[in-house]
């Protein structure tokens, strides 16, 4: 849990949280970062992709808030409802002790369209102890804090509208408006309750105000919702706890009108305070797709693992040949391929840290490991889910035949450099796995295809990196071709199953990298001062990456060393057990949050250790 001290004077409050001192709610559209302060100051509306309405945690005075707090000094700590996504935040005063309850209803059936769901965020405060006085404040700033906004009174409802959107807020408490604000203060004793409610206003269900009673029943709701869905996992190894949080965040990053997974729900959250590695992760990377097939399957979620298979082959189907490729490395939550990227240069970045970008130009990179990570993901649910289609599998022989064609081109890579193409390994691994699998697939099922042509292309791939690959200067695989540079995403040579786990080359690759790159369990991805990717400054230790290490040490055998530097790695979550893409040097979570791609990897280092243990 967290313990944070909140001044009463909101002048004294630190300008910016830490990224870590956030919650993460959400209706499976859309989510909320809650501080641990009391204050939301993250929220985009009515879909993650969307302009944000609160986005404080960019820009602390025109990002926007929705501020819900004790008005006297207080010790605050968070905790998720066991088993929810519905998070508590509780104030701890010399009077008494009060908590806010924040959450967001999910629509009865979650793939409804979006046109016919209400978009609510629920804000319940309780005084549970004593007498509490309390404030809140709710300041929208539409389009990324760039629309004007009116405000009028409706009836009882608040009105905040702007061109394109209009939020309602409902209270059971006076509220005072300012013709751009609303502000509200009351008191609470022992055993009562207000509630603030803000729904997307402008659609086919109209706003309705949120009483006790309503906000009691929607709180039951929302609590039974995902208590129903975690009662699926199957997981009932050593480390439940953080494998559940894990999954459930899963979830919230889940967009169910097409079952698409987000990188993750932000944008621009720096990867090193005042540097330039900022970008927009909140849409669907196809690499992530064999991590979060495997993980959704192996917890037992094979409804996800469904729908976000869906997803990829109703919306990432073999294009028309453009020059990256017949996929491209992402897409939009609804599919689309048109992700421009720009800067918002009136938002100064959290604490300062400029660019703020929407948009992402990666989107048009060659990165030729994404066909491996989706045939990879097709084979993984053929075998544990469900056969794929002869649709489907037409597809996939149209990807391997591209590969098949294109493998050896030099490429931007797994990291999304932007300093030139580069033989880059993983890029050739990745090839081998998308060819591998698809040979596996097609003869376990008796599928057609050019098997010959097939096994030449894996064959020729395979000779390539253990003669191109390989330094014996460095007695290791290195990241590209003709260098010595080495690279984290080498780890996934034994977990691709493209090398034994104990051969002689890879446990020497496995002592290098673990000589340079480890740091406490934490991994670098690799240096940037010896291998340059066209940015300015340093970064934090990749989390993912230090979760496939744990996952090559079991699979080496050197299991004691896993669990410790597993159980290590635990430590750096933050209080409520979420992870950012980065780890920084004295601890603290850098980069976008929560990440997707380090929870999934969380839950396969987790399987794959608990099953090595026995």
């Known amino acids: 849990m967290s313990q944070t001290p909140f001044p009463a004077d909101t002048s004294a409050r630190p300008r910016y949280l830490p990224i870590a001192e956030h919650g993460l709610i959400g209706d499976l559209r859309s989510v909320a970062l809650v501080g641990s302060n009391g204050t939301i100051d993250w929220y985009c509306s009515p879909s993650f992709d969307s302009p944000s309405v609160f986005a404080a945690v960019l820009d602390a005075e025109r990002g926007g808030c929705f501020e819900l ?45 979006g046109e016919a769901v209400r978009h609510r965020l629920i804000r319940r405060v309780v005084c549970v102890r004593g007498n509490v006085p309390f404030r809140a404040l709710v300041a929208p700033r539409f389009d990324y804090g760039a629309a004007p906004h009116t405000v009028r009174d409706a009836d009882g409802t608040l009105l905040f509208e702007s061109p394109d959107l209009a939020l309602a807020l409902t209270a059971t408490v006076a509220v005072e408006c300012d013709g751009r604000d609303a502000r509200a203060e009351f008191k609470l004793g022992e055993g009562e309750t207000a509630v603030f409610a803000l729904d997307q206003a402008g659609t086919a269900l109209a706003p309705r105000g949120c009483a006790h009673a309503e906000a009691e029943q929607e709180f039951n709701a929302t609590v039974a919702y995902w208590r129903r869905w975690l009662h699926q996992s199957r997981y009932r190894g050593r480390w439940r ?8 965040t899963l979830k919230l990053l889940t967009y169910a009108p097409t079952g698409a997974i987000v990188a ?35 917890l037992g979620f094979s409804g996800e693992a469904e729908a976000f298979m869906r997803f990829l082959t109703t919306h990432i189907s073999p294009g028309d040949g453009a020059a990256s490729g017949p996929l491209q490395i992402m897409y939009g939550i609804d599919g689309r391929t048109d992700l421009p990227e720009r ?40 075998k544990w889910a469900q056969p794929i289609s002869s649709a ?22 797994v990291w999304e450099t932007r300093g030139g193409r580069k033989n880059f390994l993983y890029s ?10 698809a040979i596996r697939l097609a003869n376990r099922r008796g599928l057609p295809a050019e098997l010959l042509r097939w096994r030449q292309t894996r064959d020729a791939i395979y000779r390539r990196i253990m003669d191109r690959g390989w330094s014996a200067r460095r007695n290791a695989f290195v990241q590209h071709e003709d260098g010595d540079v080495l690279d984290a995403s080498l780890l996934m040579m034994p977990l691709a199953k493209f090398i034994a786990p104990t051969d002689p080359k890879w446990l020497s690759t496995l002592d290098a990298l673990t000589e340079e790159l480890v740091s406490d369990s934490l991994v670098y991805r690799y240096d940037p001062r010896v291998s340059p990717d066209g940015l300015r400054g340093d970064e934090g230790t990749f989390s993912i990456c230090s979760f496939w290490y744990v996952e090559a040490l079991v699979r080496a055998g050197r299991v004691d060393e896993a669990r410790l530097a597993f159980e290590k790695m635990l430590t750096y979550a933050n209080h409520l057990g979420l992870y950012a893409e980065e780890i920084g040097r004295t601890g603290e979570q850098q980069g976008n949050f929560p990440q997707a791609f380090t929870h999934l990897s969380l839950i396969s280092a987790a399987f794959n250790l608990d099953r090595a243990l026995g």
């Open 392 to 413: 489907q599998w037409d597809d996939v022989t149209h990807l391997v035949e591209w590969v098949c064609a294109h493998w050896d081109q030099p490429d931007e890579g």
């Open 264 to 298: 993750a729900p932000t944008t621009s959250l720096p990867e090193q305070l005042g540097g330039e590695r900022n970008w927009d992760y909140r849409y669907v990377w196809v690499r992530d797709a064999a991590f979060a097939v495997y993980a959704l399957l192996r």
């Open 241 to 248: 706890e953080m494998v559940h949080r894990s999954a459930l």
């Open 69 to 113: 707090a004790a008005a006297v000094p207080a010790r605050t700590k968070q905790f998720y409802f066991p088993d929810t996504n519905v998070l508590i935040t509780r104030f701890f005063t010399e009077e008494g002790v009060g908590e806010v309850q924040d959450f967001m209803p999910v629509a009865a059936d979650d793939r409804q369209s």
């Open 343 to 382: 800067e918002l240069p009136h938002l100064e970045g959290h604490q300062g840290s400029a660019p703020v970008r929407v948009g992402n130009a990666a989107a048009d990179q060659l990165q030729l490991d994404i066909y491996g990570a989706l045939i990879d993901s097709v084979y993984l649910f053929d």
């Open 428 to 437: 050739r691994l990745m090839c081998w796995v998308a060819v591998e699998r």
